[in-house]
């Protein structure tokens, strides 16, 4: 045999080994990709996105399309290293370290249903978002997610529990049933008027010192909140709070006469709150790809994502800059019209 015979030998030899070690390799990492996009106020699976029951609704037209990203791996499911080398050579793929989307203090399913927790309560938030900026009222609850094991409010206080007042003052929000416990003494008692099934009671809870020395009862609350008409958001598979600012457009588009979108394949992501503000998600370069794939031409974008949008924008799709839900209405009324700014992330 001669020497350039054997030297394809040995290096095809070498080249099949390490493909098959590649193969076989598991490493801890994840791959995130451009994930699915979804119309909210068009429909999945046959049925709308959006439905809402109970109050006049318009017709609209265009897409507002929420965007997501998929992932491959985890710690129960370890992707191989051949599949992380191609996600490090393809520019719309991320390869990160699996950390970094499962800490190690939680499970893969921990995180899963996290994500379904967050989903639902994005849901929430889009609607009361919606609800505020159409000035239409509604009603906000603290509610008991749960209590510290040990802790006084443990036994005392249930999952559940809708509390009206603290100390008789009414509880509004949550930072304020938290701000009238803070202010105790340790050791001092503190009454919590709830609802508990049709009944209403008072609970009374001695207070203990907590972390940093804040007064503390040991539980977990949340906001919830009571509409004037029901609103129901279907969109499958998908966990995460990003989809908030596309929910609550597509709320608003359905709530009121004339389209918001002018007929245009607007994408956009964000988390959102009951106030309207927007939030920052991770994963904006796959997210931007999945949505000029799906057509998008505009895309909005949180605020404090811009910096990261601006260098993997891909082309033919423009950034609009979303730091509240009024500023992204505002928005898509300029694009729609022609008329007034659009801010830009570039600036």
Request: hydrophobic share 40%.
């Amino acid at each position: 045999m001669s020497r350039r015979a054997l030297t394809l030998l040995v290096a095809g030899f070498l080249v099949l080994s390490l493909g098959i070690v590649g193969a076989l390799m598991k490493v801890p990492y994840v791959v995130l990709s451009p994930g699915p996009t979804e119309n909210t106020i068009g429909d999945v699976d046959k049925k709308p996105v959006i439905t809402i029951s109970g109050r006049q609704t318009y017709p609209t037209s265009g897409a507002l399309s929420l965007v997501t990203v998929a992932y491959q791996g985890g710690p129960s499911s370890r992707i191989d290293l051949l599949t992380a080398l191609r996600g490090w050579i393809d520019p719309s793929v991320a390869v990160v370290p699996e950390e970094t989307i499962f800490p190690d203090t939680r499970s893969q399913k921990e995180v899963e249903r996290e994500n379904s927790v967050e989903m639902t309560n994005s849901q929430d938030f889009a609607t009361a978002a919606a609800l505020t900026e159409l000035k239409i009222p509604y009603e906000t609850v603290v509610s008991v997610v749960s209590t510290d094991k040990g802790k006084p409010a443990d036994g005392k206080l249930l999952k559940g529990d809708e509390v009206n007042a603290v100390n008789g003052k009414r509880a509004a929000d949550v930072e304020g049933v938290a701000a009238a416990v803070k202010a105790l003494k340790p050791g001092d008692s503190v009454t919590f008027n709830v609802t508990r099934g049709k009944g209403r009671l008072d609970v009374t809870v001695p207070t203990v010192g907590g972390a940093g020395g804040k007064t503390v009862v040991g539980m977990v609350m949340q906001e919830k909140y009571k509409f004037p008409f029901d609103v129901d958001i279907n969109v499958g598979d998908v966990g995460g709070p990003s989809a908030g600012l596309m929910f609550s457009l597509g709320i608003l588009d359905k709530l009121t006469p004339g389209e918001l979108t002018g007929g245009k394949h607007i994408a956009g992501t964000g988390t959102i709150d009951q106030k309207g503000t927007v939030g920052p998600i991770g994963g904006i370069a796959q997210k931007m790809v999945g949505a000029r794939k799906s057509g998008a031409t505009v895309f909005l974008t949180p605020a404090d994502n811009c910096a990261e949008a601006v260098k993997a924008v891909p082309e033919g799709l423009r950034l609009v800059k979303a730091e509240t839900l009024h500023g992204a209405v505002l928005a898509l009324d300029a694009l729609r019209t022609g008329k007034g700014a659009v801010q830009s992330c570039a600036g």
